[in-house]
């Protein structure tokens, strides 16, 4: 998968779908000479690369013999497409790197020195990271700095048989005196044209992940989280698409990370109009110090390429989170059907109210019963009790609920807060410094509560300890892990002030360490993430989590643009999503909804009426019978856009094409009309009956022609749940 050419000097980096080019040229400098569908072979390199370098190259005086000089290979530095520009030097576009050594410098000039390729992914230490089954080949690149005993090494994996990319970095001192890192991005990706748009996700608390487009520009963009979390406000997934792209049409490039904090996307276009991007950790706030024979691993960031639109692009990156990043043991396991507490009772709960709650749950299909916040310390409001993390014996006999739970034949979780605390809390009272502040400064505080310093390894195994007991003693089979507050004052007393730029960055590593540490002691217990809804939805929670709750917003609507935009960089297997009390639509809709998520419910099950417990019934037979091998394990298409049109329609099809669900949502009232909607990932030449008009056709036809609703009324929220199965014609 992996080639160097000696004689050419070129890498060649491909599965026989994708292709990735680099030139090694005489500067020992590394020029990106192509990225995109397979391409045989690139015989000279200088074909492409004249293309940028305008046929000139930069010159340079050379003081020793007093001449003006140009670079060997007309290397031109400013311009030549790189994967690792400069700082401090002629390059202007923005180095991934940026160091600041103890004699003052400040340039970051990279050069070659031996590359090596490794069979499969190098996993990190103490990070998330890309896993490989023997699918997977690595190049590892070590560049020396012109002038300094600093090293880095450059490390592009490729996959077999996904058009997926992981690059990071890892910047390593041998210098006898610390460096700083200013800057550690974890790629570069120059593209020799800018023509393409710009799709984010940036939206607050319950508008996660809105769909925001717009045209690569001249200069500079940005898509950036500062928030210490990968926060509502943007989303560490985002992608390019050329400008005549559609679902299934064009060039798209996805870009994500496997990391939960601050982080930083960058696009800059010089006035050759190439496109240098640059991803990794947020350099704000940023400043690491590396003491001699010590090293910085960058997190890493994924890329998937589709010539083919931009569902390809996101399936790269569904059967990537799925198969190379998700540890969960169990994770193409059935996943039991989840009743979440919260939205029934928040803190308002005894032992028999839950006991209630667990038998009317059971009769709608429930296999998992989760006891949100509320059940610790002195919790019986958001006031108190985080940081406290004991059974609250006088609200609830958790011994007794969770006997019931198992003897219902259903499995039983709970929610935890761990990166919190209350003023109010005795962990807090006893330790002060437990917490991110600054003396004297005044102090932020979010929902009635402070961030804990999980830069602080104490403060990470106090926690520990206090969740420990409660796992031993109690049968525990799922977490909900939260985390409602964003970082303001970043000040560790654990820390030395020349340390306090790391504190954002050692903060994820607590949120890892701690996270780690307890999978690793109940490997059975599945982990939900959490932020305030989906706050932190991200590839680094991902990779402990198997889903994450997406969102706090209770009207099914706005949630279904949540759950559709969230679905175009992540696996539907991974998005929390419940049936709840909203009574916008039905509960049926509701339920057809959130079945193109995780599935569950959230309400109080004890005021459900019988026509309510029957929709909802209905869908967890259809979740029961189809969830595992079509929604969690299939292949998703966006059929159609709500971003773009008045419907949403989403296909998920099983590997083996022999089922389908279709859902299909009218937003406004649009009633006579011909209206047919062309399905996709079914077999042309199988047949399938289907659920709507009860009829059988041809996959092709379906393919083709469509399915027809002309027939139909539609009023505002109308949703259909549409079954396709294979049947022997
Ligand atoms: C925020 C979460 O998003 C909710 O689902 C719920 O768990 C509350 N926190 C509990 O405080």
Redo the contacts with the bound molecule.
Sequence with gaps: MITFNEKTRIFHLTNKSISYYIYLNQEQRLEKLYFGPYLSEISNADAIRKANVDNNSTQFYDDKDHQEKTFLDQFKSNYALLELSSHGVIDKRGAPIILRYKDGSRITEFLYVEHRINQGILPLKDMPHALDHDDAETLEILLKERNHNVYVKYFLTIYKDKDILVKNFEIINHEKEEVQIERAFSMQLDLPCMDYRLVHFSGRWAKERDYKVNDIVDGVQEVTSNYGRSSHEENPFVYLMEKNATMNHGEVIGFNMIYSGNFKWRSFTDYFHNLHITYGINDEDFLWVINPNESFVTPQCVISYSSKGVDKMSQNFHAFIKENLITYPYEKDYKPILFNS?EGCYFDFTTDSIVSYIDDAKKIGSELFVL??GWFGRRDNDYDGLGDWYVNEKKVDLHRVIEHCHKQNMKFGI?FEPEMVNPLSDYYQNNPHCILKEDNNPLTIARHQFHLDFSNPKVVDDIYEQMVKILDAYEIDYI?W?Y?RVVYETYSYAFGKERQGEIYHRLVLGYYSLLSRLIERYPHIMFEG?A??GGRFDLGTLYYCPQI?CS?ESDPIQRMFIQYNTSLGYPLSTMGAHANANPITSYQTKAQIALFGTYGYEMNPNRLSEKEMEELSEVAKIYKEYHQSVIENGTLYHISSPNETNFLGLQSVSKDQSTSLFLFMNLLKDGDRYRFVRLQGLDPEAYYWNSYDQQTFKGEYYLKVGMNFSRDWFDEFRCLLIELKRVEN
């Design positions: 919260w949100d916040d929610w909900k939260d409602n959490c305030s809804g709750w706090d």
